[in-house]
């Protein structure tokens, strides 16, 4: 029994490794086992450092946060303030978490009769209960830092050593020799550092604040995951490094855009949204088309051939190709929802509705202000958002939507 099991696993392992399947023809794992030069060549038990670096880098993330994140929040004005609670309701509650979190005007008016309430405080405690589901501004705003920080820090480290390499201004240079490449230190590190920080994603999005793209980011994710580790292994490393310097130069752009948001500042949160629409797209639909799948379908094929993992690699480039074409048009649907709702919002949103609702509760709001009576306009306590405001919803809001 444990001799068949034995080997089982064997086969498994065999047909796992195979070098028919991860090498091109006439090359066999032995022929990389040479130590070359630098670095020598990768080898598969390399990707399992990226496990204690991920860990390693998700407690510099949580002390980053604490320590720096925080205190430049507090300093541009973000308060560490709690939630405002809601007045208890056991009506309303039910109605909140098992029919609508966003009741219409007849619900509204049922439930006035129902509780002898106003209309408008109904509004109100739905509003506020909303809000009181959704994480601190405060907490995003540090870890948009700690993503921008990251994005930057190992962007400029990427652009500083693929500067000089050949490969970096000829694509073709990614394939001669080819898999005879051997590894330099900054390539090393710089390639390990990035999977260790999507594995290190992967894991915190269950913790992180849940964004609408919540299940296109973990395929996004797990993609990366899945191809760093593929191209390593594979020593497609140098087109895989072009590939992370290309999606590192617009990444920042839309956290420091998101920073500016949380931050009130929404002339620089406009223009820095704008320049990181225009660089995604340029980079995702034509750069990478045009430089990155112009290499490694053609030119490769050209100078290599393809064998069996090559069509693996080329297909998960078309998956990742896919989320920047479903992701281009998020962009372009939420800016000009943003660009809509902005110029609807000057001239019709009343002053029930706050600058920290999203785009569900803006539209609901909208629709149900003309019909509130004005004699509950109290009822926010402090907490209704100046005209100004209201006409702060044009494109900032897109970035609080990414």
């Given at each position: 029994m444990a001799t068949a099991a034995a080997e089982a696993l064997g086969l498994l392992w065999g047909w796992l490794w195979s070098e028919r399947f991860w090498l091109p023809q006439?090359?066999?794992?032995?022929?990389?086992?040479?130590?070359?030069?630098?670095?020598?060549?990768?080898?598969?038990?390399?990707?399992?450092?990226?496990?204690?670096?991920?860990?390693?880098?998700?407690?510099?993330?949580?002390?980053?946060?604490?320590?720096?994140?925080?205190?430049?929040?507090?300093?541009?004005?973000?308060?560490?303030?709690?939630?405002?609670?809601?007045?208890?309701?056991?009506?309303?509650?039910?109605?909140?978490?098992?029919?609508?979190?966003?009741?219409?005007?007849?619900?509204?008016?049922?439930?006035?009769?129902?509780?002898?309430?106003?209309v408008r405080k109904i509004q109100c405690w739905f509003r506020h209960r909303r809000n009181q589901d959704k994480p601190p501004t405060l907490t995003k705003f540090c870890e948009s830092m700690w993503r921008f920080t990251f994005y930057l820090c190992i962007f400029c480290y990427g652009i500083r050593f693929l500067w000089s390499m050949p490969w970096f201004w000829d694509t073709r240079q990614c394939w001669y020799n080819y898999p005879y490449q051997p590894l330099s230190r900054e390539l090393y590190y710089y390639y390990l550092t990035q999977l260790a920080f999507y594995w290190s994603l992967m894991f915190s999005q269950f913790i992180d604040v849940k964004r609408k793209d919540f299940l296109v980011m973990f395929i996004h994710h797990l993609v990366a995951v899945v191809l760093t580790t593929f191209s390593y292994i594979n020593n497609m490393v140098r087109v895989g490094a072009l590939i992370f310097c290309l999606h590192d130069s617009s990444d920042s752009l839309l956290e420091a855009a998101k920073l500016a948001n949380y931050a009130r500042h929404e002339r620089l949160c406009n223009a820095l949204f704008v320049i990181f629409a225009a660089a995604f797209m340029v980079t995702r639909l034509g750069i990478f088309p045009l430089w990155i799948l112009n290499t490694t379908f053609f030119e490769s094929w050209e100078i290599l051939g393809p064998y069996t993992s090559w069509w693996l690699f080329n297909g998960i480039l078309l998956i990742l190709q896919t989320l920047h074409v479903i992701w281009s048009y998020l962009i372009v649907r939420i800016a000009f929802k943003a660009f809509v709702q902005g110029k609807v919002s000057k001239d019709d949103r009343s002053d029930v509705e706050s600058s920290s609702e999203e785009d569900e509760e803006t539209s609901h709001t909208n629709n149900l202000s003309g019909s509130s009576s004005s004699n509950g306009a109290n009822c926010m306590n402090g907490h209704m958002g100046s005209s100004h405001l209201a006409e702060e919803h044009g494109t900032c809001k897109a970035t609080r939507d990414l």
């Open positions: 006439n090359v066999s794992w032995a022929d990389l086992e040479g130590p070359g030069d630098g670095y020598g060549y990768p080898r598969a038990q390399h990707v399992l450092l990226a496990f204690p670096l991920a860990a390693c880098i998700f407690s510099v993330r949580m002390l980053f946060e604490r320590f720096i994140a925080k205190p430049c929040a507090l300093r541009v004005g973000i308060e560490d303030n709690v939630l405002y609670q809601v007045e208890s309701n056991d009506i309303l509650e039910k109605v909140f978490i098992s029919v609508t979190k966003y009741p219409d005007e007849k619900r509204l008016k049922g439930l006035s009769k129902q509780l002898d309430w106003d």
